[in-house]
């Protein structure tokens, strides 16, 4: 079990009377009262009355979150990250290495857990980088990293350009006990790329990110892990070619997982034309046949994990040309609504995968406990109203940035209550 | 393959503002759109045949031309476009300006917007700034060339050329040769030509021609023989300075010029040309194709100022029909 961070709470004691409990993993979708006491799920038991209209679940796990601390506070913290994460609905977070210092080393990561320790709202694990400095180079002490709490490795933001570098981490992932996790971008296929190569790239004159500047990574790391026998995960997919790939590899037995983000499961290139500068991501928005290919395969489960990639930036960042601008957008607050909005409402998903995708997947990526809806188990829900109508708008957000590809916009759906590891983390 | 259903469901979507007309892309014109224009220019034209040249049209008007790029055709006919209107103009280059303090395009912006420029007219390296213009600043914009996205009056004046010098577009067959992937005077002319009804070919290297580009209606060649079958031979300017080092796009400049360059033996007799400026003499363009009758560089230049004064007009009268143009949502 990875190992998550957060402050020592309260462990609340309260019910949720005649709601719709949905928990795909334990085939649940019936109208219950369900009560928490103490932080634990204490009754599972018959509705008095039919269901009042509001939806409880297990509580969210983003496998994918970038809380810029170390180095960027101004863009995000661990307390406005968590925060953020608590009104998205989600229990449990994982956070990206590529801050400022990387975290690549025991004392850097030590540092960090203390610190999620005195001001995370909910309970976050932190991957460690595969590279020093993620530079590509020389590999970090994963086995101390994993004993001093890594929940796995990743130089994501940058790929692993080397193959004999990734397999030395699959290697000690062995000896670490840790899952390793890549950004598959081929650097001399993406280079000046800042929108998918394309249609959209060709009218509009932007230099492309071609789909096979990923699928070739893919590929490649695969294989890698193929011949080490050993689980690699591929983080926030976003080519067809990619998750042919995926299939395939599974299919022949590698034990590989993959995410998808949101953005990439609601949006083509179609919306760069635009030139928002919040549409702007990477890897970047790609086509329709990739889209559906996406979405294919979350409702198959060859993808199990729905990621933000909540990657926030100042303001003034994105208060820039198109071009200027760096890559990421933010997610948290939005990803359950978009989702709903965008796929489960036009009947594209059904509810019950949506969730799982959201929750017990991710979870089971990194062997985190499966939030789920079950005397015993700690209190880790989500209530939602499905038939709230809420407007995105700068103001909404608790993160520290609003650089949201969904400002403006209306979204169905909405996160009521969050029940993080037995503490009411978060109330509408 | 999933049941995909539309991408963004409309009726969430934001709430449109009201739309404040500018000239971004030529993807944002129609035929008619283009077609006003044209008969502006030439009315223009007869007036500047005049012995007093410049017309009370926009007399109290502001214009503000900002460029971040180096221009000589560009900044000078868009001066005297506003100049002839009687419009007051202010020139800003960013070398001499807060820009080399380290200043934001958005405080520039936000500086020059305080004004209450009726017009900006913003060049500039990077794709989408246009778009920034139109955002933090309350003036009508008009794109002089971003990035390797768009140069819109570069098309219109090159239309209004061919218009002029060979009666008509539709139907004619316009070679475009040389670096398509790097250039957003290829992007608007294709895109320009295509829609008064020309026949477009582009002829280069592979790795200058952008995949997908057909999907705006033209043809794909790598063989400059094929120039030969059009009625004018757009010539692009390979740009240097656009180019990612290391990434191989051409050889060696010697290897693209002996393949590819614009030389007298590859043209047929009769056979117009164009070129944008600034050239490169013996590189893409031989010089003498550069000094022959044929050429109409010159003309090209001289019609843009015409243009540039039509689309100021155009812009600000509102035009005799109402314009669609880039959409873009007001700012509070």
Redesign the interface.
């Known amino acids: 079990m990875a190992v998550l961070f957060g402050k020592n709470g309260r462990q609340d004691s309260l019910a949720f009377e005649n709601v719709r409990v949905v928990d795909p993993t334990r085939g649940l979708d019936e109208a219950l009262t369900v009560r928490v006491e103490r932080g634990v799920i204490a009754a599972v038991e018959p509705a008095s009355a039919p269901a009042n209209g509001k939806v409880l679940a297990p509580a969210f796990v983003d496998p994918h979150v970038h809380l810029r601390t170390p180095g960027r506070e101004d863009e995000e913290d661990l307390a406005s990250g968590t925060r953020a994460a608590a009104a998205g609905g989600y229990c449990a977070i994982l956070a990206m290495p590529n801050t400022d210092p990387v975290v690549d080393s025991a004392s850097v990561l030590g540092a960090l857990t203390e610190q999620a320790e005195r001001e995370a709202e909910i309970p976050v694990g932190f991957l460690a980088a595969i590279s020093k400095q993620q530079g590509g180079a020389e590999l970090t002490e994963m086995v101390e990293l994993a004993e001093r709490g890594a929940a796995g490795f990743t130089d994501d933001g940058r790929p692993v350009v080397a193959p004999g570098l990734i397999r030395r981490a699959l290697q000690y992932s062995a000896a670490a006990g840790r899952p390793v996790a890549v950004h598959c971008e081929e650097p001399t296929l993406s280079?000046?790329g800042?929108v998918h190569?394309?249609?959209v790239?060709?009218?509009?004159?932007?230099?492309?990110y071609p789909s096979v500047a990923e699928s070739v990574m893919v590929g490649r790391d695969l294989a890698l892990a193929g011949y080490e026998q050993r689980p690699l995960h591929l983080l926030h997919l976003s080519a067809r070619e990619s998750v042919d790939e995926l299939r395939r590899a599974r299919a022949a037995g590698i034990a590989a997982t993959a995410e998808v983000t949101p953005h990439h499961l609601?949006?083509?290139d179609?919306?760069v034309r635009s030139?928002d500068?919040n549409v702007k991501m990477n890897p970047p928005l790609r086509g329709?046949?990739d889209?559906?290919?996406l979405?294919?395969a979350l409702?198959d489960g060859t993808i199990e994990a729905i990621a933000t990639d909540h990657a926030p930036h100042a303001r003034?960042e994105k208060?820039?040309?198109?071009?200027?601008a760096p890559f990421g957008v933010t997610g948290l607050e939005t990803s359950f609504a978009a989702l709903y909005?965008?796929l489960v409402e036009?009947?594209?998903v059904p509810l019950a995968t949506l969730l799982e995708r959201m929750s017990a997947g991710p979870a089971r990526i990194y062997g985190l406990e499966e939030p789920r809806i079950e005397v015993g188990a700690p209190a880790n829900l989500v209530l939602l109203d499905l038939d709230a109508v809420w407007h995105v708008d700068e103001g909404s957000f608790r993160s520290k940035s609003a650089n949201s590809w969904l400002?403006?916009?209306?979204?169905?759906g909405r996160v009521l209550q969050t029940v993080a590891a037995g503490k009411v983390v978060y109330s509408a | 393959m999933a049941d995909v259903r539309p991408l963004l469901r409309s009726e969430l979507l934001p709430p449109k503002g009201p739309v404040r007309r500018h000239l971004i892309s030529i993807a944002d014109l129609t035929r008619e759109d283009v077609e006003r224009l044209l008969a502006l220019s030439r009315t223009f034209a007869r007036s500047l045949e005049r012995d007093v040249k410049k017309l009370p049209t926009l007399r109290g008007r502001t214009v503000v031309n900002l460029f971040f790029e180096s221009s000589t055709r560009t900044s000078s006919s868009f001066e005297l476009a506003a100049k002839r209107l009687s419009a007051d103009v202010m020139s800003i280059k960013s070398s001499g300006s807060a820009v080399e303090k380290g200043e934001s395009l958005k405080d520039t912006l936000l500086t020059i917007g305080a004004y209450d420029p009726d017009v900006v007219v913003i060049r500039h390296a990077q794709i989408g700034a246009p778009h920034l213009a139109a955002r933090f600043t309350p003036a009508h914009v008009v794109n002089a060339g971003d990035g390797k996205h768009q140069h819109p009056t570069q098309a219109l004046l090159d239309l209004y050329t061919l218009d002029e010098e060979l009666g008509g577009i539709e139907g004619l067959h316009v070679a475009i040769v040389g670096d398509v992937l790097h250039s957003r005077v290829a992007r608007s002319n294709i895109q320009a030509l295509v829609l008064m009804g020309a026949r477009v070919t582009l002829v280069g290297p592979p790795p200058l021609i952008p995949r997908r580009i057909d999907s705006l209606g033209c043809e794909i060649s790598h063989d400059i023989e094929d120039i030969k079958d059009a009625d004018v031979v757009y010539v692009l300017r390979m740009q240097r300075e656009r180019m990612l080092e290391g990434a191989n796009y051409v050889p060696s400049l010697r290897e693209y010029t002996a393949r590819w360059g614009v030389t007298p033996a590859r043209l047929r007799p009769g056979q117009k040309v164009m070129h944008p400026g600034p050239m490169n003499r013996g590189v893409e363009i031989d010089g003498a194709v550069a000094d022959s009758p044929e050429s109409l560089v010159e003309r090209q230049v001289r019609s843009g100022l015409v243009v540039r004064m039509a689309v100021l007009y155009d812009l600000l009268t509102q035009g005799p029909v109402e314009v669609k143009v880039a959409e873009i949502e007001e700012v509070a």
Request: aromatic share 4%; proline share 6%; glycine share 14%.
């Open positions: 280079r000046g800042h190569e394309g249609l790239s060709a009218e509009l004159g932007f230099g492309g609601c949006l083509t179609e919306a030139l500068p329709e046949e889209r559906a290919a979405i294919e409702l003034e208060e820039v040309p198109f071009e200027e909005t965008q036009p009947g594209v400002l403006g916009s209306k979204l169905h």
